[in-house]
């Protein structure tokens, strides 16, 4: 994976996603390891996400390397009106790897090809976002003891939801049964639902909540946004469908935990939090693990 | 019947030597002519739209003299036209005829239909995978959404 560019989920190989969970778990038993001294990351936040942009720096400080960058396209030259090419073109002079957030979607794979230096996407307008799929991966991974032949919820917002989309494709390549849980009016899109469909693996739609509980491994719960609906009564309708209370996980599986990309609104409630089956904290925590064997590995630093 | 379509035909003068492109939709002829780069052609370039056609209703043709393209080059234009049947003219007469294919991939021909690509944002040339030759679909190379037939503008 030496100087290869992180930009979507498919750009790995199934066999390079588990190498990198593998050395993410290496990473989580010895997180501060100074093998990154010599190099320079740069974080470039055209749009700011505070957890990932930290989760990104915390990664890369305790590996021992320094990280230049900017978390905000205003306190960059784009406001100058500098283009992205030249933007990219330039900070490659000044490190060895490039972390990109970008309101445009696309913009990640043009960086990574004017770029002299690898480019990981931390998120590309609405398509991908391949560091917060392989976190899923390795939470899942973590918790079920393999990713093979598992049965996955997902619910609330599956139209609109980009963490949504990439991990059920990542998921297709493990034989996983999905269980898609939303109201009508944010259905996974047909593009996505193609891969499910082409791997011939079995999927139920529905818009109960309560009813998948008791048959999945994984809850993966996911936010809905008022401003999704064109009209407000719609919204109003379905808002309380989709909160995951605890009374609710009476009837769950023991080996069930409840994943989340975060940030949490209201769709589970705080009574959750002292479940042992809500991992969404530790899922954070799992990013960091993640990210450093990425950099690690796309910096050559390991194998 | 074969006398009336000559007739037709015969609307647009003949050429000596060169390419025919016929049965385009007439809606697409200025595009076509656009793609091939043919606004600034030097030698004989006759075009006609809203012909009768009983195929199609009504086509466009375009007879361009002294011309014969590349493959990959003619390829493009099924992307708006692709109807469009290709006739190679030596002396008069007919040498070859064939269909435009629809390319397997479409190098800054088309727009990307998503308003918040970067294509759309920044000087790139656009590139397009065909991943349904078909019902033309097209995936962008950069934020990998699909642009169908309906949405499919020239650049």
Known sequence: ?303 | MEKEILRKELQVSAIENGTVIDHIPSASVFQVIKILNLTEYQDQLLIATNLDSQKMGKKGIIKVSNMFFKSDEINKIALFAPTATLIIIQNFKVVEKKKVEVPDYAENIVKCFNPNCITNNEEISTLFTVIDKKDLKLRCHYCEKITARKNIAFR
Do not use: W
């Not at chain 1, 994976?1 to 990198?20: A, P, W």
């Not at chain 1, 900070?91 to 990640?108: F, K, T």
């Not at chain 1, 609405?126 to 918790?143: C, E, F, G, V």
């Open chain 1, 1 to 303: 994976m030496k100087n290869k560019s992180l930009v979507s989920i498919n750009d790995f190989t199934r066999e390079e996603h588990i190498r990198i969970l593998e050395l993410a778990g290496a990473f989580e038993k010895r997180p501060k390891q100074r093998i990154l001294e010599d190099y320079v990351v740069a974080t470039l936040f055209f749009e700011p996400s505070t957890r990932t942009r930290l989760s990104f720096e915390s990664a890369a400080t305790r590996l021992g390397a320094r990280v230049i960058g900017f978390t905000d396209s205003s306190s960059s030259s784009v406001t100058k009106g500098e283009s992205l090419r030249d933007t990219i073109l330039t900070v490659s002079n000044y490190c060895d790897i490039i972390v990109m957030r970008h309101p445009r979607e696309g913009s990640a794979r043009f960086a990574s090809e004017v770029a002299t230096v690898p480019v990981i996407n931390a998120g590309d307008g609405a398509n991908q976002h391949p560091t917060q799929t392989l976190l899923d991966l390795y939470s899942i991974r973590k918790t079920q003891g393999s990713l093979d032949n598992l049965n996955v919820a997902f619910v609330g917002d599956l139209k609109y939801g980009r963490t949504v989309h990439s991990l059920v494709q990542a998921l297709c390549n493990y034989n996983t049964t999905f269980h898609l849980v939303s109201p009508l009016e944010l259905k996974l899109p047909s593009a996505v639902k193609m891969s499910i469909k082409e791997r011939n693996l079995e999927y139920t739609q529905s818009t109960d909540l309560q009813e998948v509980i008791s048959k999945v491994d994984i809850l993966y719960m996911t936010r809905i946004q008022k401003e999704r609906f064109s009209d407000p009564l719609d919204y109003e309708k379905v808002k309380n469908a989709y909160v995951l209370r605890n009374s609710m996980l009476d009837t769950a599986k023991p080996n069930l935990k409840i994943l989340h990309p975060l940030p949490r609104v209201n769709e589970i409630t705080t009574d959750v939090d002292n479940n042992p089956k809500a991992y969404y904290f530790t899922q954070a925590l799992n990013g960091v693990f993640v990210r450093q064997a990425l950099l690690a590995s796309i910096l050559g630093v390991v194998e």
